[in-house]
């Protein structure tokens, strides 16, 4: 047990080893502070080969016609070699930008919202409990059941595959962080602010939304911003719902391509050329959420006050 302060022996004869840590306990703090580094670096490891892969595979196939063209159809035997070397994904951006856009829309609205009443309004009560326990359960719900969720809700009341239900499904995987980053952002303001809002007239709806969520707004983008890394990345969900095609979206309730889906039907190609470009799609998806990773560290580093 430590002694206390009055218990110190004092004076020239005062034994200073017996406060020092003995060698026992430095060797277990040494073994323990190398196990650390060596799990560190055991998880780095499988980090350090996929971009290193990633990296090699696909930045020799980067070039600027990924961005215009269209991604090579028709190949086969009779096709001549040189034009299996061309070719690019412009509908597969086009079409992850967009539904990543049509999730955003409709789960950002509805994730601030719900995030509001848990804090604010609803505080203590069993909705709140219990929209907390939909949460979690929602965030570790495999995408494959958002999915097919969004298959049966959107694809077969529409009767066809379309960027509108890959938005619902991606929506869905969104909503969970969300809610929770807008939480915290909210349980970040301090009680004075609300207190002092009240005290000058103003009522609860003019304090929250006028006085705390402004305040909180670092939060919630840094919420859309980590849920938008995440959706850009889900294949199973889109195989459900956006299908793929191999043109240009025409229309929001038509099949749409995206990265992922290109990149799970490329990489299972026999021709060369495909798989060159899934390669070359799995690295721009990996900047594109490294991109977005590094705009939600910079603006989590905002105070709110």
């Given at each position: 047990?430590?002694?206390?302060?009055?218990?110190?022996?004092?004076?020239?004869?005062?034994?200073?080893n017996?406060f020092?840590?003995?060698?026992?306990?430095?060797?277990?703090?040494?073994?323990?502070?190398?196990?650390?580094?060596?799990?560190?670096?055991i998880?780095?490891?499988?980090?350090?080969?996929?971009?290193?892969?990633?990296?090699?595979?696909?930045?020799?196939?980067?070039?600027?016609?990924?961005?215009?063209?269209?991604?090579?159809?028709?190949?086969g035997?009779?096709?001549?070699?040189?034009?299996?070397?061309v070719?690019?994904?412009?509908?597969a951006?086009?079409g992850?930008?967009?539904t990543?856009?049509?999730?955003?829309?409709?789960?950002?609205?509805?994730?601030?919202?719900?995030a509001?009443?848990?804090?604010?309004?609803?505080?203590g009560?069993?909705?709140?409990q219990?929209?907390?326990?939909?949460?979690?359960?929602?965030?570790?719900?495999?995408?494959i059941?958002?999915?097919?969720?969004?298959?049966?809700?959107?694809?077969?009341?529409?009767?066809?595959?379309?960027?509108?239900?890959?938005?619902?499904?991606?929506?869905?995987?969104?909503?969970?962080?969300?809610?929770?980053?807008?939480?915290?952002?909210?349980?970040?303001?301090?009680?004075?602010?609300?207190l002092?809002?009240?005290?000058?007239?103003?009522?609860?709806?003019?304090?929250?939304?006028?006085?705390?969520?402004?305040?909180?707004?670092?939060?919630?983008a840094t919420?859309?911003?980590?849920?938008i890394?995440?959706?850009a990345g889900?294949t199973?969900?889109?195989?459900?719902?956006?299908?793929?095609?191999?043109?240009?979206?025409?229309?929001?309730w038509?099949?749409?391509?995206t990265?992922s889906?290109?990149?799970?039907?490329?990489?299972?190609?026999?021709?060369?050329?495909?798989?060159?470009?899934?390669?070359?799609?799995?690295?721009l998806?990996?900047?594109?959420?490294?991109?977005?990773?590094?705009?939600?560290?910079?603006?989590?580093?905002?105070?709110?006050?």
């Open positions: 047990m430590t002694p206390l302060p009055s218990q110190l022996p004092t004076g020239e004869h005062a034994d200073l017996q020092a840590v003995s060698s026992h306990r430095q060797l277990f703090g040494q073994v323990m502070t190398g196990l650390v580094f060596a799990c560190v670096a998880s780095i490891v499988p980090l350090a080969s996929i971009l290193f892969m990633v990296i090699t595979n696909g930045l020799g196939g980067f070039s600027p016609s990924i961005f215009t063209e269209l991604p090579p159809v028709g190949q035997v009779s096709v001549p070699a040189a034009s299996l070397q070719g690019g994904f412009r509908n951006i086009v992850t930008l967009l990543c856009a049509i999730g955003g829309i409709i789960s950002v609205p509805f994730g601030v919202l719900v509001i009443y848990t804090v604010e309004f609803g505080q009560n069993w909705i709140s219990f929209v907390r326990f939909c949460t979690n359960v929602l965030s570790g719900v495999p995408s059941i958002a999915g097919l969720f969004a298959y049966g809700i959107v694809v077969l009341l529409t009767g066809g595959f379309s960027a509108v239900a890959g938005g619902a499904a991606l929506s869905v995987l969104m909503l969970p962080t969300i809610i929770r980053t807008t939480e915290e952002g909210l349980k970040s303001v301090p009680k004075a602010t609300r002092a809002a009240v005290g000058v007239g103003a009522t609860n709806f003019q304090t929250v939304f006028q006085i705390v969520l402004p305040a909180a707004l670092p939060f919630v919420g859309v911003t980590l849920a890394a995440r959706a889900e199973a969900p889109l195989l459900f719902t956006c299908l793929f095609n191999q043109y240009d979206i025409k229309g929001l038509e099949p749409t391509a990265l889906v290109l990149i799970y039907n490329f990489a299972i190609s026999p021709y060369p050329n495909q798989q060159k470009l899934a390669w070359v799609a799995a690295l998806i990996v900047l594109l959420i490294l991109s977005i990773s590094i705009f939600a560290r910079i603006i989590s580093r905002r105070k709110v006050y």
